[in-house]
Nanobody, 118 residues
Framework: VQLVESGGGLVQAGGSLRLSCVAS????????IGWFRQAPGQDREDVTT?????????????NYADTVKGRFTISRDNAKNTVYLQMNSLKPEDTAVYYC???????WGQGTQVTVSS
């Protein structure tokens, strides 16, 4: 199983980014998938410091952390076996490494850095 994130980068506050997570070895519409983030200064190997920001059930129900509600949107393209995180109205406090994760599994992507400048 592989989860590969992309789409991170440097953006000014108020800007937008779209993250992608392409899966192989696992079918995303058969599991819950989540986007998590890890703040600067955290040990990247410590998964307990990764905070969930959005999730999508196999049935297509989305949930969001209060900190991103109304700004971020999680979606899935079953044909591409890819999940996305559209991030709008970005704030400096959104700066983090973003990971996709098969909820209830041990599978994590390698992470993609998002940096929001003020």
């Amino acid at each position: 199983v592989q989860l590969v994130e992309s789409g991170g980068g440097l953006v000014q506050a108020g800007g937008s980014l779209r993250l992608s997570c392409v899966a192989s070895g696992i079918t995303l519409d058969r599991c819950a998938i989540g986007w998590f983030r890890q703040a600067p200064g955290q040990d990247r190997e410590d998964v307990t410091t990764r905070v969930g920001v959005a999730s999508l059930t196999s049935g297509g129900i989305a949930n969001y952390a209060d900190t991103v509600k109304g700004r971020f949107t999680i979606s899935r393209d079953n044909a591409k076996n890819t999940v996305y995180l559209q991030m709008n109205s970005l704030k400096p406090e959104d700066t983090a490494v973003y990971y996709c994760h098969g909820i209830g599994t041990v599978y994590w992507g390698q992470g993609t850095q998002v940096t929001v400048s003020s």
